[in-house]
């Protein structure tokens, strides 16, 4: 349910009978501004009531020409002080999508930044990273937001973490090689293996460039995720870029209920809205497992490679030709839980990735629980529904259904072939 807000935008008379006149304050210059407009439209074709304007190219970022329009409200991003000002100074509601400032005192829809630190986190952490590190944006409040959701949900399993934090305002080439510099000389100074998170998909492949240029291995030495999932930048980099999507078509969705609501002249609850991550989405920078017990790293990679069958415990005993005692202990300590937990979690993530896929929509759960080397059907749902809080069925059905085709009813898990909870 979306959290609304009645906080003090200015009043405003609601917009007379007919079409209410809304203008998006934004230019589109990123996929994730992208997504948040196209869930706006879809909300503007389902209700109907609105004449829709847009910001040309030729204004730039700026809002201040919005004290001069003729409008009933306004989506915009809001970037400054300044901007906030001038959104509390108007006649008519705006619902801001940006988090460069801290949202606090105006109507606001955007992402749980705090939770999109802690789903980077625990991507890293259940690939077997112990050592951790943040590269970010001193500036930003979405920056300092997304280091707090990283770090606490770090030392919450005793892992470490460092980081980096720059000023993101570069106006010179100088600053720019000054920063890559800087940012090289700390990642010689991490210890290998490490994790990580940079606040940004662009911050991602500076990281990936400045490792190449030092000669350190990606995901070996240093497994790297961003945020915004961009395919310009995640797949165009040298290596695919693991990155959290944010759920933006859901935030402009949201956005434009709030607007909706507050242009009727309806109470809201909170002026804040936050909507939660999508999921991540894992590519080949964070491809590895950071595990120091060769044994155990090996049989991890041989039940990846034949999932497809139904075996246990006893499969991987005969494999390591060691007793089930000695399994349990060494996987524990190296991964925090049990051979059977292991086994059951690369089979419940397969089957996720299987029941998202539109391919599959057709495809009995009984030949689906059967590639991901489930004895039966009753076996697959009783794990699948311990894993996830839901069916396989249902699970599918929101997947599919969504206009994004996910279902964000199980954050944290990605679509990879592995899934390893922190010890």
Not at 38 to 50: E, Q, V
Not at 129 to 150: C, E, K, P, V
Not at 270 to 292: F, G, H, Q
Request: proline fraction near 5%; aromatic fraction near 8%; hydrophobic fraction near 40%.
């Amino acid at each position: 349910m979306l959290a609304m807000s009645n906080a003090n935008p200015p009043a405003a008379k609601p917009p007379p009978l007919g079409r209410a006149r809304v203008h998006i304050a934004f230019t589109q210059c990123f996929s994730f501004v992208e997504s948040a407009r196209h869930g706006i439209l879809d909300y503007a074709k389902t209700c109907g009531r609105w004449k829709l304007s847009f910001t040309p190219e030729a204004l730039g970022p700026s809002i201040a020409w919005l004290r001069h329009a003729r409008i009933d409200g306004a989506i915009a991003h809001v970037v400054s002080t300044a901007d906030k000002r001038i959104v509390n100074s108007l006649p008519f509601p705006v619902v801001n999508l940006a988090a460069l400032i801290d949202p606090k005192g105006m109507l606001s829809v955007i992402g749980n930044q705090q939770q999109i630190g802690k789903l980077a986190a625990c991507h890293l952490l259940e690939r077997g990273f112990r050592r951790l590190a943040y590269y970010g944006t001193s500036n930003m409040w979405y920056s300092r937001q997304r280091l707090i959701g990283f770090s606490e949900t770090i030392r919450q399993t005793g892992a470490t973490c460092e980081s980096h934090v720059v000023d993101s305002k570069l106006h010179m080439s100088a600053g720019w090689h000054e920063q890559h510099r800087q940012l090289e000389c700390w990642l010689r100074g991490l210890r290998l293996p490490v994790g990580v998170f940079a606040c940004t998909d662009a911050r991602a492949a500076m990281i990936v460039d400045a490792c190449e240029s030092i000669g350190l291995r990606i995901p070996e030495d240093v497994a790297v995720i961003g945020v915004d999932n961009d395919p310009s930048i995640c797949q165009l980099s040298s290596i695919s870029l693991t990155s959290i999507a944010r759920n933006d078509w859901k935030i402009g969705w949201a956005a434009a209920t709030v607007l909706d609501h507050a242009m009727a002249g309806h109470a809201l609850d909170n002026e804040l809205t936050l909507i939660e991550p999508e999921r991540v989405v894992a590519r080949k920078s964070t491809e590895t497992l950071a595990i120091d017990d060769p044994l155990v790293a090996g049989l991890v990679a041989e039940l990846r490679e034949h999932l497809n069958k139904p075996f246990g415990v006893e499969w991987l005993m005969q494999r390591s030709n060691r007793s089930r005692r000695w399994l349990e202990v060494r996987f524990h300590q190296a991964l925090g839980q049990p051979p059977l937990a292991i086994i059951n979690n690369l089979r419940v993530a397969k089957a996720c990735e299987m029941l998202r896929s539109a391919s599959n929509k057709h495809m009995a759960l009984t030949d689906i629980a059967a590639q991901c080397g489930f004895t039966d059907l009753r076996h697959f749902r009783i794990v699948f529904n311990k894993h996830t809080g839901m069916s396989p069925k249902k699970f599918q059905i929101d997947a599919t259904s969504r206009p994004s085709g996910r279902s964000d009813k199980w954050l944290g898990r990605e679509e990879f072939d592995w899934v390893i909870k922190p010890p």
